[in-house]
C-alpha cells in the first residue's frame, strides 16, 4: 500500500506563542511544519518545497501581502498555495489578498478547528487540481501554464492578477461554451465577497487587453454572458 504524503506547511508569523500553536495543532494532524517569525526569514527558506504557506497579513518589516507578491513573481513559487492570517477583517483586505492569489482568508481570532478544516480543503483541492488537469492550456500563441500560473502570448510573458487568470482559465478550457456572469462570480470569486455584474465586465474588459491579438476571441453574448471562440 502507498504511503500517503505527509505535507509540509510553512506559518509565517510575528507571534511567536501564535506559531508554536499553530506548529503543535498541525503537526498532530500529521503535517510537516515549519515556522519563520518575518517575512524576511521565511523567503530564506526554500519556499517551493512546501505545500502551503500560512501568511500573517501584518508583520514588522515586510507585510504578508508584499511576500505573496514576491512569491508569485516568482515562477518557481507562484503555484504554493496560501492561507492569509489577518487581525483586519475588511473587504478591501479581503479582496486584496485573493488578487495576490490567496487560496483562503482566515480572520483573528480564529478556532483551531476552522483553521484545520481550511488548510485540508486547500492541499485537497490543489492536490486534486495538479492531478486532474493538463500543466499547459494552449490556443494557437497563446498559452497558460497552470502550474507556474503564468500565461504567454507568442513567447512573451504577460502579468495576470489571479481573478483574470482564473477567468481566461475557465473560458479557454471550454472553448464555446458561454457562461453567465452569475456563473462566472460562482465559479471565479470567493463565496464571502460581493461581485457585481459590473465588477465582471470591467475584469473581462481588463483580460482582452491583456491578451492582445486574441481579445476578438472573448465573445459577448448579448443577454446571456461570454465565451472562448476558437
Not at 488537469?133 to 504577460?158: C, F, H
Request: with cysteine.
Amino acid at each position: 500500500m502507498e504511503e500517503e504524503k505527509k505535507y509540509k506547511i510553512l506559518v509565517v508569523d510575528d507571534e511567536d506563542d501564535l506559531c508554536e500553536i499553530l506548529k503543535f495543532n498541525l503537526e498532530t494532524e500529521g503535517y510537516q511544519v515549519i515556522t519563520a517569525n518575518s517575512a524576511e526569514d521565511a523567503l530564506k527558506l526554500d519556499i517551493a518545497s512546501f505545500d502551503l504557506l500560512l501568511l500573517d497579513v501584518m508583520m514588522g518589516g515586510m507585510s504578508g501581502f508584499a511576500m505573496a507578491k514576491q512569491l508569485k513573481a516568482n515562477p518557481s513559487t507562484a503555484s504554493v498555495p496560501i492561507i492569509f492570517l489577518t487581525a483586519r477583517d475588511t473587504e478591501n483586505d479581503t479582496v486584496t489578498g485573493f488578487n495576490l492569489g490567496a487560496d483562503d482568508y482566515i480572520s483573528k481570532p480564529f478556532s483551531l478547528r476552522e483553521v484545520l478544516v481550511r488548510v485540508r480543503a486547500v492541499l485537497r483541492r490543489t492536490s486534486e487540481h495538479q492531478g486532474s488537469e493538463p500543466a499547459v492550456l494552449r490556443y494557437q500563441g497563446l498559452e497558460m501554464n497552470l502550474d507556474k500560473k503564468t500565461v504567454s502570448i507568442d513567447g512573451a510573458d504577460v502579468p495576470f492578477t489571479k481573478t483574470e487568470f482564473e477567468l481566461l482559465h475557465l473560458l479557454l478550457e471550454e472553448k464555446g461554451r458561454v457562461f453567465s456572469r452569475q456563473e462566472l462570480i460562482d465559479k471565479v470569486w470567493p463565496k464571502d465577497v460581493l461581485v457585481l455584474d459590473r465588477t465582471v465586465d470591467v475584469n473581462i474588459t481588463r483580460l482582452r487587453k491583456k491578451i492582445g491579438r486574441f481579445a476578438k476571441c472573448i465573445v459577448t453574448r448579448l443577454g446571456f454572458g461570454y465565451y472562448f471562440d476558437a
